[in-house]
């Protein structure tokens, strides 16, 4: 077939096509029945796709909804405004469309709600796309194995349980024990460290204040330009909670999608969890286990697996995952705990035990894994990082044996003494993420035994002191070192003839 | 007995008062079934659906509402649109006049709408300026 014909076969298509509308001068309408407790039921309708968005006319203007229940005589529409507007009898109109929020760089720098108004006293965002709030994840062969490093710059997350770029890896633990700390750390990282990894916070029932001092330390610590938080407070419908992390994995894909790599802390799915189980109770779904629909599971799963690691021919973006989970006094084996641990590629554990005795990050090495990661650490932090998480695990077990016996063996002795450092070198303090360079000569000073003559309570103030000297005396080599790669000989040989000299001050 | 859904009695309805059931005695039984299953509140929402599968079946009604009254030609110029958009053998619209609308016209038939009046492109406007 020629150009020709083809061009005119297009064109008498469209000519058909511009015929057959209606050009929507009669559009489909519905009536609210009856309304209450923030959800719609509307008559009418009956060409409503699931997720679509209806409008809703009221006095006031038109309030959004979309349609989560599509029943043989009415529609369960969840709305996305104030509920008060709406009233029975009012016309409800389809959009013609499933939820969508604007994306892109413009993005960068801002605090948005779930649809994507700006929410944080600034201009209003106008953006060149929109990306659909629920998308199919990616499916297999556009794909990669994870093999990047994403670089938390918390050496107890880095060395032990490596997180790899397009890796989905869950924080967990009770209530105050640091979790969105970790999270915030690790986003400040990506600007020290610029790395270039975009960050993409979402609030799910964040308290207001809240979120304004998040904004402010990642202003203070200039990475918020790299930087878009998604914020729903408690005041807000739980539609805006639910909708929350999917509209901002749909900014986050953006980035994905065009060959750079980006971050979503997910804080936290268990509030979301909850705002879906009240959605689902009103819309008089049934009940399943702690109340939760029976769909709760596909909630997370579908969330969390649109975070992957693109093939080449996609580009080779990413989109890394931190869900985060609260836990009620430590119980792991709660609902939604083990939903997401399961969905997930592994879950730093965070124990309120720990936590009050001042080891902080208070992460638990023997509940603690990462599954994918090991294949993205870096050389250089893969050389120091053997047998460290067996050993720390080994040592919080004879820790706890020691404290009923005095006689212990000279193996068992050492043993704890070394772990009683490495705890201390494992403590970090927060908005304080390190480099490469920084992590590997710290390890290094404690597993190859330079510290072994200086008290735990001195390690922290010689590891400064010895950084700082490293720093001064071998910024060639430990600049070569940040890079990642196995560290040479004459690097090894330079942080220990260091560390031993700095040992010397703090000995005793 | 499993409690009938609205969509299942009007299209049944619908159907017999197409065909050539007597149509006093569908009326009747409709009647007498939901009184027997106390289901009466529902007749408002019952006849809307029996009117939206009349109205595929080819037997349109609806109301046109204006500010000021129609000119009879006017009014049959919108049957003539409403049937070639929906492709109805008949259409029968009332008149409704409310001074609410501005301006314009609306035309409501069963499940869908024309709504070109000004109080529409007011609230319309509205939710624009409040978006941005």
């Known amino acids: 077939m020629s150009e020709l014909s083809i061009t005119e076969l297009s064109n008498d298509l469209r000519n058909a096509i511009a015929k057959l509308e209606t050009s929507g001068n009669l559009d489909e309408v519905g009536v609210v ?11 009418g309708l009956r060409n409503a796709g699931y997720n679509e968005v209806l409008q809703i006319e009221t006095d006031e203007g038109v309030v959004e909804a979309f349609a989560l229940n599509l029943m043989e005589d009415e ?23 499933v939820l969508s929020v604007p994306i892109g760089p413009e993005l960068l720098g801002r605090v ?51 997180i790899g770029r397009g890796q989905r890896e869950l924080i967990i633990g009770d209530r105050q024990t640091g979790k969105t700390a970790l999270a915030i750390d690790t986003m400040i990282n990506q600007g020290k460290q610029k790395t270039g ?14 979120i304004a001092r998040l904004v402010e330390r990642l202003k203070q610590e200039g990475v918020m330009d790299q930087t878009i938080i998604v914020a729903t407070s408690p005041a807000d419908p739980a539609s805006l909670l639910y909708l929350a992390p999917y509209a901002a994995t749909a900014m986050g894909e953006y980035f994905r999608d065009n060959s750079q790599h980006a971050l979503m802390i997910y804080d936290d799915l268990t509030k979301h969890a909850v705002a879906y189980r009240q959605m689902s109770l009103l819309l008089r779904r049934p009940p399943g286990r702690e109340a939760y629909p029976g769909d709760v599971f596909y909630l997370h799963s579908r969330l969390l697996e649109r975070s992957a690691k693109l093939s080449d021919d996609l580009g080779a973006g990413s989109l890394t ?56 650490q870096s050389g250089a932090i893969k050389s120091v990082s053997g047998g460290l998480k067996l050993g720390l695990s080994q040592f919080r077990e004879l820790a706890s044996f020691a404290q009923f016996g005095s006689d212990l063996d000279e193996a068992t002795k050492s043993q704890i003494e070394r772990g009683q450092r490495l705890t201390e070198l494992l403590k970090q303090h927060q908005y304080n993420p390190m480099s490469v360079w920084q992590q590997v000569a710290s390890i290094l000073s404690v597993t190859k035994g330079y510290f072994d003559h200086v008290p735990a309570a001195k390690i922290k103030a010689a590891q400064a002191a010895m950084l700082t000297r490293l720093w001064a005396d071998h910024k060639k080599d430990m600049t070569e070192l940040d890079k990642g790669g196995k560290p040479t000989e004459e690097i090894l040989k330079s942080i220990e003839v260091t560390a031993l000299a700095t040992a010397k001050g703090f000995e005793g | 007995m499993a409690k009938l859904s609205r969509r299942a009695i009007a299209i049944y309805i619908a159907e017999q008062l197409t065909g050539k059931a007597d149509s006093q005695k569908v009326i009747l039984q409709l009647a007498a079934y939901l009184v027997d299953t106390r289901r009466t509140k529902e007749l408002s929402l019952i006849i809307r659906d029996i009117q939206f599968y009349l109205s595929e079946a080819g037997a349109v ?34 008149s409704l006049i409310d001074p609410s609308v501005i301006g314009g016209v609306k035309v409501s038939i069963p499940g869908r709408e024309l709504d070109a009046t000004v109080s529409r492109s007011l609230t319309v406007l509205k939710t624009r300026y409040k978006k941005a």
């Open chain 1, 33 to 43: 029945l009856r309304v209450g407790d923030g959800v719609a039921w509307v008559r």
């Open chain 1, 75 to 97: 529609i369960g529409a969840v709305l996305l405004g104030e509920d008060s507007k709406v009233k029975a009898g009012q016309t409800v109109r389809l959009k013609g469309s």
């Open chain 1, 112 to 162: 948005v709600d779930p649809l994507g108004r700006a929410i944080d006293g600034g201009p209003a965002i106008k953006t060149k796309q929109q990306g659909l709030v629920e998308r199919e994840a990616i499916g297999v062969m556009g794909r990669k194995s994870v093999h990047e490093p994403l670089m938390t710059g918390i050496s107890a997350i880095d060395v032990m349980f490596p």
């Open chain 1, 197 to 210: 990894v975009i960050n993409v916070y979402v609030a799910i029932g964040q308290k207001r204040s809240k």
């Open chain 1, 321 to 376: 995952a931190l869900p985060i989970i609260e836990t009620q006094a430590g119980d792991i084996s709660a609902y939604i705990p083990t939903n997401v641990i399961s969905i997930t590629d592994g879950q730093i554990f965070l124990e309120t035990d720990l936590f009050y005795q001042g080891i902080r990050p208070a992460i638990s090495a023997g509940l603690s894994v990462s599954r994918v990661g090991g294949a993205a």
């Open chain 2, 61 to 94: 009604s609806g109301v046109i509402t204006t500010a000021n009254a129609l000119t009879a030609e006017t009014k049959k110029a919108i049957e003539k649109y409403i049937k070639e958009q929906t492709g109805a053998k008949t259409v029968a619209l009332d």
